[in-house]
């Protein structure tokens, strides 16, 4: 007889009672094209067929999504193709609750419409008290562009030519800002760009200064940069693209702008990141004097780049809630990172598993050459592929691969990660 006649038929297969709940949970289309590939198998003959149902069942996806969670055991804390900044309990939370109907743009008391995401704003403003006035929009690229558009479209944005950076994927700051119908004008040398260079270069046709922190890398040597306060006598808006997100000075990074110190300073705007070192969601960020924020808010063009209900709620927890993993993770005690290393290591002796002394970053084009003392348990470099395809993302070097604890939850027991670990590689 042939084996392959014993396979069960589609329908038969999805009456089975788990199946019949993952498709309540998933949709019948992710659940039929498991049974589907798992019927394959057993037409293959590499299962029987009397496994099938088992089989489907056990490929079924977590959720209907295909974007899968991962463990940075990378040590950099804001990676980028990890998705940046991981959300706080709080601001999971948050989001939940904000995945159904919300009043977003409702007023409860007067049963009419009301000012969206106030209270994110409220949030925000509280967070930064040097900004008059605030607004979020999707990113920072956003921010940008939406300046560009409502303050120097068809007029030119002075900018130094040591800050004319490339953001990431290809995306270069110059293209952007002219892709606004914006023309820049450059100042000053790679290098070096003084206040008289901006001062020279303002005219009538300036819409404003823009000054922009190049996060990605930075120039040593011979060099020298005008800072936001040397250019606020120019007669043009001042904007501050300070990249990273910081709201206020951290201590840890000296040499990283924050929007307090830039408006104190006399920036007149100030835009940033809200999934970098703030912690949040993907955010641009807004702060700055009231006229100007508020005929940014009022463009046309804000209505394309405004953030979603989901965003909203995520950001004000972010802001209002505990400290975001990624500011943990940036005040980690280098002590107790080692401390979690050596209990992971201990837990996989049979895996020629070694603790390391570890350089920790923060990432995300923040902070360039700042390095984080850490530490890592070191694996045999031909463990990376079968971990990343287990969701655990550690970095080569060396021929080994590193698994550094600084950005690892600390609420992932190390015990609980040896048996992932284990799982994956098999017991030795």
């Known amino acids: 007889m042939d084996t392959r006649r014993r396979v069960p038929r589609t329908d038969a297969v999805l009456a089975d009672s788990r199946l019949v709940e993952a498709a309540g949970r998933l949709g019948r289309g992710i659940v039929k094209a498991a049974v589907n590939r798992a019927q394959e198998r057993a037409r293959a003959g590499e299962i029987p067929a009397e496994d099938v149902v088992d089989a489907a069942v056990a490929e079924l996806p977590a959720t209907a999504a295909t974007l899968r969670p991962v463990i940075n055991a990378t040590g950099v804390l804001l990676h980028t193709n990890l998705g940046r900044a991981p959300l706080s309990e709080a601001a999971r939370v948050a989001l939940a609750e904000a995945a159904g109907c919300t009043d977003v743009e409702f007023d409860l008391e007067t049963g009419g419409r009301g000012r969206r995401g106030r209270g994110t704003l409220a949030a925000l403003a509280a967070a930064c008290p040097a900004a008059e006035a605030v607004h979020v929009v999707n990113n920072n690229a956003a921010a940008l562009v939406l300046v560009a558009t409502a303050l120097a479209q068809g007029r030119e944005i002075v900018i130094s030519r040591g800050e004319m950076v490339e953001i990431g994927d290809g995306f270069r700051l110059p293209e952007l800002l002219a892709s606004t119908g914006a023309r820049l004008r450059e100042v000053g040398t790679t290098n070096r760009t003084t206040a008289a260079d901006y ?12 000054k922009v922190h190049p996060s990605n890398f930075r120039i040593e040597g011979f060099t020298a940069e005008a800072p936001v306060r040397s250019l606020t006598g120019l007669g043009v808006p001042v904007v501050a693209d300070i990249g990273s997100g910081l709201l206020a000075p951290e201590p840890l990074l000296p040499a990283e702008p924050d929007a307090a110190t830039a408006l104190t300073e006399g920036a007149d705007l100030v835009t940033a990141s809200g999934d970098k070192l703030l912690g949040g969601p993907q955010a641009g960020l807004l702060l700055g004097r009231s006229a100007l924020v508020e005929r940014l808010r009022r463009h046309p063009l804000a209505r394309a780049l405004r ?5 909203l709620a995520a950001l004000e927890a972010s802001l209002r809630g505990p400290e975001p993993p990624a500011v943990r ?4 005690d280098p002590v107790i990172v080692r401390e979690r290393a050596g209990l992971l290591a201990k837990e996989l002796t049979g895996h020629d598993a070694r603790v390391v002394d570890s350089v920790a970053r923060v990432g995300g084009g923040g902070a360039p050459g700042v390095e984080l003392p850490s530490a890592a348990v070191s694996l045999p470099g031909d463990c990376a592929v079968p971990l990343r395809h287990a969701g655990i993302v550690g970095r080569v070097e060396d021929g080994r691969v590193l698994l550094d604890l600084r950005a690892v939850p600390t609420e992932l027991d190390p015990a609980d990660l040896a048996a992932r ?3 994956v590689l098999g017991e030795r």
Not at 329 to 332: D, K, R, S, W
């Open 307 to 311: 953030v979603d209900k989901l965003t």
């Open 421 to 423: 670990v284990r799982d």
């Open 199 to 210: 001062a020279e270069a303002v005219g009538p046709d300036t819409g404003f200064v823009l």
């Open 329 to 332: 993770a940036l005040h980690a």
